[in-house]
């Protein structure tokens, strides 16, 4: 079994102050940043290992979009491949 992760919790404000701090904790230490407003629990920060084995698990697609167009148009479709499950 593995051990809990840890789970920070902040207003959008404190976080768009202190973004490289949430990406850090994604990014080197596997620990999300759940985003609130007013109070309630609305977006997260979770490292790319994570949410790249959540669209695997879930059989989901992700579609790359170019954010500078005026209107953000899709620039390609990439399908997250099934892991094989490891030998124990």
Do not use: C, W
């Amino acid at each position: 079994m593995t051990a809990p992760k840890k789970e920070h919790q902040e207003k959008i404000a404190d976080v768009r102050n202190s973004l490289a701090d949430a990406i850090e904790r994604a990014r080197y230490f596997d620990e999300t940043t759940v985003m609130t407003s007013r109070g309630k629990r609305v977006a997260v920060i979770v490292g790319m290992d994570f949410y790249e084995r959540a669209l695997e698990a879930l059989d989901e697609q992700r579609v790359l979009v170019e954010v500078d167009a005026p209107e953000p148009t899709p620039k390609r479709v990439v399908r997250v491949p099934r892991r094989k499950p490891a030998d124990d």
